[in-house]
């Protein structure tokens, strides 16, 4: 998370450091502590925060928990972990409704800190849910809020309610009031009331707010703070909890490239839960907040529920089996190649979900490096050919390569690469779904015992299915390295579990020159 990336770095560099002690001395929980505040005081965790924070790390950290462990390095990293979730609220909470609807939620917070996007957002969320949900346009102060408000339920599909142009125009506390009554009318069960903002608090936001809050009763009042205003977000926060009060947190912008450790103070610092992280533009860039999925993120120690949650959510089950029975049969063509990645669009940015992965911090420039528009390339190719030539690559001959490159504004090399990566991965899925074990270049088949992992002098590998004996047996025993033009991802473990006959062996040994 692009947001916390500074301090997930400092955190894991300090870490690395740790793990190279067999015991843990005093003298090193106290340099790991002090590592530690200073990464946190850099990221603009709030003072009063990371005094408690480091002081109950260090407390345990010197505890007996860490002394008699078989890995002391690994338990600290664990406290820190257990800490963290902590003054990020502990417990996931989650948005609570009326027993008799319609649920009224009243946003609030800072003009710029995303509330009429993030409304949007909801309003998507629940629908997906199964809600009706109805956004109310109380923002009646800033320019164009409220046209801003019927573009994003007009994306997001949802109903609006908005009586007044806004532009200084229209009572706000009424059109609040009025919208809740629609909605009871209307039979929408959740009511979302999108507030004014300003550039900074003042005592008229204040009193604005509190008017509508006492006209409306909601059910939720939820927050929404920028995550990269820094230090100022905790003033921010208690001053709103102050003057309107509010049940529960949003933070929005957690994409950004700030500190934005202030953040972590919130939850901690007002004793309201953090509800939502909002962490694109996109209506769908929003997640319910998980206090422990995201002390694993700051640690570099992944979010591999989140990632399968999302993955459940875009990927169909009948889909899935059809393509299992495929894989199976011997059927997979690039037809369900692209039914695949067009379902893996559905989960958002592959740099967002490739980051959910451990030690995936420690890949920055990597990530940095993914081009996410090579899947557009990828479907632009697949689409430029006819079905035939989607179902069988094999009559994908040299004319047929060349109007398919051309269809795709690409080159025939680009079409060779694709072909090559999707035969690879064909062969290696088919054999994982026979349960068989795939072979990687270069280290024989994955778990076999006595399977060969030496690296010599090799043959070229051109990708082609030769009718040479040799290059055949080289191919199928895993031991062909990729050749130097080989495409990126083409590291696939290739299929044939048969070995190669004695004499293909030999044949080996000549071209490699030790006769």
Known sequence: MATFGTLSDRLTETFRNLRTKGKLSPADVDGTVREIRRALLDADVALVVVKDFTAKVRERALSDEVSRALNPAQQVVQIVNEELVAILGGQQRRLQFAKNPPTVIMLAGLQGSGKTTFAGKLAKMLEKDGH??????????????????????????????????????????????DGVEHARHAQHDVVIIDTAGRLGVDAELMKQAADIRKATDPDEVLFVIDAMIGQDAVNTAKAFQEGVDFTGVVLSKLDGDARGGAALSVAQVTGRPIIFASTGEGLEDVEPFHPDRMASRILDLGDILTLIEQAQQAFDEDEARKVAEKLATEQFTLEDFLEQMQQMRKMGSMKKMLGMLPGMGQMKQQLDD???????????????????????????????????????????????????????????????????????????????????????????????????????????SGLAASSETAPNGSGFGLGGAKPPSETDMADIQKLLGRH
């Not at 001959?397 to 025939?412: C, D």
């Open 132 to 177: 009706t949900p109805l956004l109310v346009a109380a923002d009646l102060q800033r320019p164009n809020a409220v046209n801003q408000l019927q573009v994003v339920a007009e994306r997001a599909g949802a109903a609006i309610y908005a009586p007044q142009p806004g532009n200084g125009v229209g009572d706000p506390v009424k059109v609040s009031r």
């Open 370 to 476: 993914f081009d996410e528009h090579e899947i557009d390339r990828t479907e632009a190719i697949i689409r430029s050919m006819t079905p035939g030539e989607r179902r069988n690559t094999k009559i994908l001959n040299g004319s047929r390569r060349l109007r398919i490159a051309r269809g795709a504004g690409m080159t025939v090399t680009d079409v060779n690469q694709l072909v090559q990566r999707f035969e690879q991965a064909a062969k290696m899925m088919k054999t994982v779904a026979r349960g068989g074990v795939p072979n990687i270049p270069g280290m024989g088949a994955m778990g076999k015992p006595g399977a060969s992992s030496k690296r010599g002098k090799q043959p070229k590998r051109k990708g082609s299915r030769s009718g040479n004996p040799a290059k055949r047996a080289a191919e199928n």
